[in-house]
């Protein structure tokens, strides 16, 4: 079975930015959906973005709408998450998914492939 290696995070001071990664093992990504959840101490796993597999389509969580940007190459089998604004809020886990439809956030789950997760903290 395929996997997903995520890179990119780190800390950051508010208002920068980080670009994460995540890279299909073992597997093509192309014909799947791929998302970014979060996930910070305490709280529920929060979906942040999602990217449909060809025709672009991305639907964003209300708390990063107009600071992130997802984004995907295919003929690298990878995909991004760009982060701008960043602010304490943001700071959590950051896991990378792939589901094979493409779907509100809200509305559909998770599918079974997921990256190793990377932490994400924002403070000064």
């Known amino acids: 079975q395929g996997q997903l290696v995520e890179s990119g995070g780190g800390l950051v001071q508010p208002g920068g930015s980080l670009r994460l990664s995540c890279t299909g093992s073992?597997?093509?990504?192309?014909?799947?959906?791929v998302s970014w959840y979060r996930q910070a101490p305490g709280k529920e796993r929060e979906g942040v973005a999602i990217?449909?597999?060809?025709?672009?389509?991305?639907n964003y969580a209300d708390s990063v709408k107009g600071r992130f940007t997802i984004s995907r190459d295919n003929s690298k089998n990878t995909f991004y998450l760009q982060m701008d604004s960043l602010n304490p809020d943001d700071t959590a886990t950051y896991y990378c998914?792939?589901?094979?439809?493409?779907?509100?956030?809200?509305?559909?789950?998770?599918?079974?492939?997921w990256g190793q997760g990377t932490q994400v903290t924002v403070s000064s």
């Open positions: 998914n792939a589901q094979e439809y493409y779907c509100s956030l809200k509305v559909c789950p998770p599918g079974d492939t």
């Open positions: 990217i449909s597999a060809t025709s672009g389509m991305t």
């Open positions: 073992g597997f093509t990504i192309r014909s799947y959906a």
